[in-house]
Each structure stands twice: as structure tokens, then as C-alpha cells.
């Protein structure tokens, strides 16, 4: 299983981006999909996840700011992010989860600044 993420930049305070991550291989009916990010100096964090039946779980830090949804057709899952902070900045990841086991793709840098 590989995954690719793409759709992360440079964008002022208040500005939005979107998210896409491609998953490509052994993919499984059953899964769940998410978003984790990283800032410097901070651990990992969960910043949002969507199963395959479209059931989805936020951090608080984002709700209401960020959406995920998935395409299960293509195996794409995205993360809608509005209103973005400076704390919203870092690598952000994408993860499946299927069969017990995980999957990582290579982060993509979110910088949120003036």
C-alpha cells in the first residue's frame, strides 16, 4: 500500500487549502482513512479520520474549521481546511488503517503565516 498526499503551501490567516491524499495498492473495502500533522518540536497529532462508511472523528482544535470526506471509488481521501491559524502549521500526513495495520504517506508542508 503506498500513499501520496498533495495539496499543502503557503497561505495567509484566515486563508483555506485542500488536502489530498491518493492510496494506491491492497486496499481493502474496509478501512479507515485519516489526517495527522506535526509541528516542530511537538508530537504527532490527530487531526481528523473518516471510515469507510463515512463516520468521522475531529480534533477539537479543528472542528468546525476542517472537513474530511473520502472518495472510495479512487481510494482519495481529503481534508477540507478553512479558517486556518498559524498553529496549523506543519507536516501533514495521511494514514489508512486497514486489517490492523497502518500505512503512512510522506507528509506535505502547511504553513499558515502573513
Known amino acids: 500500500v503506498q500513499l501520496q498526499a498533495s495539496g499543502g503551501g503557503l497561505v495567509q490567516p484566515g486563508g483555506s487549502l485542500r488536502l489530498s491524499c491518493a492510496a494506491s495498492g491492497s486496499i481493502f473495502s474496509i478501512n479507515a482513512m485519516g489526517w495527522y500533522r506535526q509541528a516542530p518540536g511537538k508530537q504527532r497529532e490527530l487531526v481528523a479520520v473518516?471510515?469507510?462508511?463515512?463516520?468521522?472523528n475531529y480534533a477539537d482544535s479543528v472542528k468546525d474549521r476542517f472537513t474530511i470526506s473520502r472518495d472510495n471509488a479512487k481510494n482519495m481521501v481529503y481534508l477540507q481546511m478553512n479558517s486556518l491559524k498559524p498553529e496549523d502549521t506543519a507536516v501533514y500526513c495521511c494514514?489508512?488503517?486497514?486489517?490492523?495495520?497502518?500505512?503512512w504517506g510522506k507528509g506535505t508542508q502547511v504553513t499558515v503565516s502573513s
Open positions: 494514514k489508512l488503517a486497514q486489517r490492523f495495520l497502518d500505512y
Open positions: 473518516i471510515g469507510s462508511s463515512g463516520a468521522t
